[in-house]
């Protein structure tokens, strides 16, 4: 009888976790070591993309998730008085990319990835750190206050300071700051009418979106020196930076405590890993590929590593091949958007929303182009589950 193989995921986050029921499913016996008390994040949303979803639908939980999330799309993108630059709609996402691209609280998310998990497989208050990354012929071990454990895989997924990664790979020079900072919150607002939005003004941005449960997630940005933080709160902030943009924005501040406002810098991994492996540890998600927010594709992309890792895992150098090259050009790409849409110069903005404008006049196909190579991409498994994965058996969310 062969040997039942381990494998230990450092970090409890989205990526870890969908590794860990990936691995699970491929055989392994598999352990999640989260530092957080709790796997259940602050409250943020998280949109999905057809291209995590179809990663999703390889460890049987896609349709799950489409049947409880929002479907994005029909909305667009205006500008700080309300003008609209381009409208979207979900159906020509779908039809373009072979799937709708949906929004669900992130809470949600990690309820149904541990639920895929044997009882007793997630430890939570358990900070754990690479003793050695193992080598063929030599398991792999990691150091938990409660003993080592030894492992055939290990997985760092223990987000952008990750300290595997910076065990693995102590001479690259880590994080570096986006140059702005972002807020966050979920709540509900009772009665509220809108269409999902994202605004570009000069040096900031503001998203609004529905959620399936009648809850409203709203994010905003804005260029800003590191660790500064609000001289009294947060909402007081955004009400300084946003309180005269078109609604839903005043209504969204309005309902909103300042306990309910989440606020963090945002930093990238300017200068790509040689590698995302070594020995018997992989890295994915933030640890391997951290990107800026502005194309909605950090979870998208941890999610596929997750799922490429678990297809590779004989063979991690595999494994590295396939994502490097991609999560590098995702990632640049992040780069390019966070400098159009956060250009603090009016003249650049003006220009700016000229063109998008006139893109989005020329047809929705052409201003989606952005997205093709990104939300098109398929896993190299089969999936295990997916009833509406084709545009035509996709339903509506009402």
């Known amino acids: ?37 709790s796997l259940r994040p602050a409250g943020a949303a998280i949109s999905l993309a057809p291209n995590a979803l179809r990663a999703l639908d390889v460890i049987g939980v896609g349709d799950r998730i489409r049947d409880l999330a929002a479907w994005q799309g029909d909305g667009g993108l205006r500008t700080p008085r309300g003008r609209w630059l381009a409208r979207a709609d979900a159906r020509a996402v779908a039809e373009r990319f072979g799937g709708p691209l949906v929004l669900l609280h992130r809470a949600t998310l990690v309820d149904i990835l541990a639920d895929r998990l044997p ?25 938990t206050p409660d003993g080592e454990l030894e492992a ?36 509900p607002l009772p009665g509220a009418r809108f269409a999902s939005h994202e605004t570009w003004g000069r040096g900031r941005i503001w998203g609004s979106h529905p959620l399936k449960d009648g809850r409203v997630y709203a994010y905003a940005a804005a260029l800003a020196p590191a660790g500064e933080r609000a001289p009294d709160d947060e909402k007081a902030e955004l009400l300084r930076r946003f309180g005269d943009w078109h609604h839903p924005v005043p209504a969204v501040l309005a309902a909103a405590r300042p306990e309910d406002v989440l606020r963090h810098d945002v930093h990238h991994l300017a200068e790509p890993l040689p590698a995302f492996h070594h020995g018997r540890v992989a890295l994915l998600g ?19 590593d997750a799922v490429v890792l ?22 640049r790409r992040a780069v390019r958007v966070a400098r159009l849409d956060m250009t603090p110069h009016r003249a650049a903005v003006a220009v700016r929303d000229t063109v998008i404008t006139a893109l989005s006049k020329a047809g929705p196909a052409l201003f989606l182009r952005g997205f093709d190579g990104i939300a098109d991409w398929r896993p190299p498994q089969p999936p295990y589950a997916a009833q509406h994965t084709q545009v035509g058996n996709q339903r509506r969310t009402p």
């Open 119 to 143: 009882p007793g497989s997630v430890r939570t208050a358990a900070a754990a750190t690479l003793a050695d990354p193992g080598a063929p012929g030599r398991p792999a071990r990691v150091r």
């Open 1 to 37: 009888m062969a040997r039942e193989q381990r494998a230990v995921v450092i970090g409890g986050g989205i990526g870890g976790l969908t590794a860990a029921a990936a691995l699970h499913l491929r055989g392994f016996r598999v352990t999640v070591l989260e530092r957080a008390r």
């Open 152 to 187: 055939d895989l290990v997985v760092g997924a223990d987000g952008i300071h990750s300290a595997v990664r910076g065990t693995l790979f102590p001479g690259h020079p880590g994080p570096v700051y986006s140059g702005f900072t972002t807020w966050r919150v979920v709540i």
């Open 286 to 304: 933030d640890a391997a590929h951290a990107m800026p927010p502005t194309l909605g594709q950090g979870g998208n992309q941890a999610v596929e």
């Open 310 to 331: 678990a297809h590779h895992h004989e063979d991690l150098a595999a494994y590295t091949a396939a994502r490097l090259p991609r999560t590098t050009a995702v990632a």
